[in-house]
């Protein structure tokens, strides 16, 4: 049987943000040996795992409260203050790999915080970035994740509205609308979405369209990923979603001509390569 031609897509994989962190681990990692991170660097367990063999160990919050006189790396999702108070009070030494537009970010959101003034942010509740936002109004900004969770805002209130970097733009600007119109004092909204993340949709539906299936590859944890596979599924409902090669049916793509790989912005490209091999090798998984 021909197998079927197998396409990766050059636009998936690490955004610069990740790409940055994970260069700045690799770095430390290779002149010291061992180095702690705050959370998981990337929402890809292989990833994950790729760097642990290398010595980066994964901390929580808690860990962190223990340590003193070592180094930690702050991931690019960013941290609250209370992360950098931690870190002063403890003798951490920060390798700092938040993201630019994450801190842009942040910094607006502090700018924009008042007694007065209700920050609504647009994004997953618990999310390591969000976290980070929250933390720059005293974690009194208000989380919505969709229309029903608007009956939380008070609209009585001057409101201002961000979004989570790595949010569909779609529903940010159904949101900001639906705010629009129930708003009883001044609002304003900003669409802080990272053009880089958000560009990807389009490419993606033109990606999905030129091919029989779809094989979209990224960690279980990734709220991108979870954006960018319903992306792929809506413009070609042959989309299947693996987190690694062994969750590969090569029934999806017997009967097929052309596979397109394609992935999340934590995506590593040599996981989307290793699926792409697989195919094309004819394989069973194991």
Not at 247 to 272: F, H, K
Request: charged share 20%; glycine share 6%.
């Amino acid at each position: 049987m021909a197998m079927p031609q197998v396409t990766v897509d050059p636009n998936s994989g690490f955004c610069f943000g990740v790409v940055y962190a994970i260069e700045m681990a690799e770095d430390f990692l290779n002149a010291n040996g061992q180095l702690y991170c705050l959370g998981d660097i990337v929402h890809n367990d292989m990833e994950v795992d790729r760097l642990q063999q290398k010595g980066l160990k994964t901390i929580s919050h808690e860990d962190l409260n223990e340590l003193r006189d070592t180094t930690v790396l702050i991931r690019a999702h960013g941290e609250p203050p209370s992360t950098y108070e931690t870190a002063l009070r403890n003798n951490i030494t920060l390798v700092d790999a938040s993201c630019p537009v994450v801190l842009k970010l942040q910094n607006r959101v502090r700018a924009a915080y008042e007694p007065d003034t209700q920050i609504i942010i647009f994004g997953k509740p618990g999310h390591a970035e969000v976290n980070g936002l929250l933390g720059q109004t005293e974690g009194k900004a208000v989380i919505i994740q969709n229309m029903e969770d608007l009956d939380q805002v008070d609209f009585s209130k001057p409101t201002v509205l961000f979004s989570q970097t790595t949010k569909s733009t779609d529903k940010f600007y159904a949101i900001r609308d639906e705010i629009t119109r129930r708003a009883q004092e001044q609002f304003k909204a900003n669409d802080t979405i990272c053009r880089q993340v958000s560009n990807r949709e389009p490419q993606l539906r033109v990606f999905a369209t030129r091919h029989d299936v779809i094989i979209f590859v990224a960690g279980r944890k990734s709220s991108n990923g979870k954006v960018l596979y319903e992306v792929c599924k809506a413009a070609n409902p042959q989309t299947y979603f693996v987190s690694e090669v062994s969750e590969v049916n090569p029934d999806w793509y017997r009967q097929s001509n052309s596979v397109g790989i394609c992935g999340a912005t934590s995506t590593p490209q040599w996981l989307m390569e290793e699926v792409a091999g697989f195919i094309q090798s004819g394989s069973i998984p194991g």
